[in-house]
């Protein structure tokens, strides 16, 4: 069955054994989109939608919101968005990118529209960002973990090192449940901050058993080397998608705007499927300009200040004797760090650590993210990397926090 909305191709389709439409739910493939008023016409006396035509009931509307048209319907395609998006990333046009409340929405309406509630599963690699597994029960769908590699045998991130991707188990775990439809790969990953190589990606895009799509979560993206990206591999496969959002690199958690890179024909679909009018005038408004030649040169900017305040945060961090040396590929804007023992054993400690994350919040004022309940991750805080004045204040708090504790 063809996916509606989408032009007929005859190019090739990559790899050989993938099949969009096996992928899709029938019940979703032959779904007929709400339509709605805007998808006919945007321009002229608008009586269509039954809108207030008096305008907003807002008496003291914000400056930045004064020429927004907020008694309208949105844009439900935002197209000039999706442009900006798509020469960022380096894809042909609007149609490689698909909009969504965050990428929280995108991840959940992709699981809704390929694995059938009760009957197929996703596969996860922990430790990894809690809101898989969120999202699978809530659409009553199976979760099949392949932990991430834990050891530090070989180091850090790379193919084999710490938090790296066990190709050859996630393979074993296809093989032995052909209900799994989505493989969700978080790189730079949450809480590791370990970018999961390219090369590991294709081999599994490769794998002739795995009939499914293979999920790269990309939030913190803008705070890795060049080349770690995904986005790379769509032009040849359309069994890869690439989900990234505004809240990380762009600074723009508060407007609630992820998008889906991948090739057409899914992103079809999920058009198809979304709500309406999912993305508000004043997100759209402030997304274009986000886009802006010189709000990227901005993002750019600000995320090397970052990456540059991670090395120097480390630094101090190696000097301080209750720490052990950071976990993970630090490819994110966060470090991941294990608090050690009072005993001088050099082991991580989950009790302790709990107790130091306490007392910062509690009692300092300083909020970080306790971790060490997670696989691979004993003993951890993960610690955002803030402005040079915050940065100083943590580094004073938690020196004093661990020498009561």
Wanted: glycine share 8%; charged share 20%.
């Amino acid at each position: 069955m063809p996916i509606l909305g989408l032009a007929p191709s005859s190019a090739p389709i990559k790899p050989d054994h993938f099949d969009i439409e096996a992928i899709i739910r029938p019940n979703i493939l032959s779904l007929q989109p709400y339509r709605c008023a805007r998808d006919d016409y945007k321009e002229g006396i608008l009586l269509d939608a039954n809108e207030n035509a008096l305008g907003p009931s807002i008496t003291d509307l914000p400056p930045d919101l004064e020429e927004a048209v907020l008694n309208r319907y949105p844009d439900p395609s935002n197209d000039h968005i999706k442009a900006k998006i798509a020469a960022l990333r380096g894809l042909p046009g609007a149609d490689h990118v698909f909009l969504g409340v965050g990428s929280d929405e995108v991840i959940d309406l992709i699981m809704r529209i390929c694995v059938i509630p009760g009957k197929e599963s996703i596969l996860i690699t922990p430790p990894t960002y809690g809101m898989y597994s969120v999202s699978a029960q809530v659409n009553d769908i199976g979760v099949v973990e392949v932990p991430l590699e834990i050891t530090g045998d070989a180091g850090e991130g790379g193919l084999k090192g710490r938090f790296s991707l066990k190709v050859d188990e996630v393979k074993k775990a296809v093989d032995a449940d052909p209900s799994i439809k989505l493989i969700f790969l978080c790189s730079p990953g949450n809480p590791t901050g370990t970018v999961i190589p390219v090369e590991a990606i294709k081999a599994i895009l490769h794998y002739p058993k795995f009939k499914g799509i293979v999920i790269v979560d990309e939030a913190y993206i803008d705070f890795a080397g060049d080349g770690d990206s995904a986005v790379s591999l769509i032009k040849d496969y359309a069994n890869v998608c690439v989900v990234q959002t505004t809240s990380k690199g762009f600074g723009l958690a508060g407007i609630r705007l992820g998008f889906a890179l991948a090739q057409p024909p899914l992103l079809q679909v999920l058009s198809n499927t979304k709500a309406p009018y999912n993305i508000s005038v004043p997100t759209a408004s402030l997304a274009l300009a986000a886009f802006s030649p010189s709000s990227i040169s901005s993002m750019k900017a600000k995320a090397a200040t970052l990456i540059a305040s991670r090395t120097k945060l480390l630094q101090s961090f190696s000097t301080f004797p209750d720490l052990g040396p950071p976990l993970g590929g630090n490819g994110a804007n966060f470090i991941m760090i294990p608090v050690l023992a009072k005993d001088g054993s050099g082991k991580p400690d989950s009790v302790r650590a709990q107790k130091v994350y306490k007392a910062l919040a509690e009692e300092n004022g300083v909020v970080v993210r306790y971790r060490g309940n997670e696989l691979g991750c004993a003993g951890c805080l993960r610690i955002t990397i803030g402005s040079e004045q915050e940065n100083a204040v943590v580094l004073e708090k938690l020196s004093l926090v661990l020498k009561d504790l």
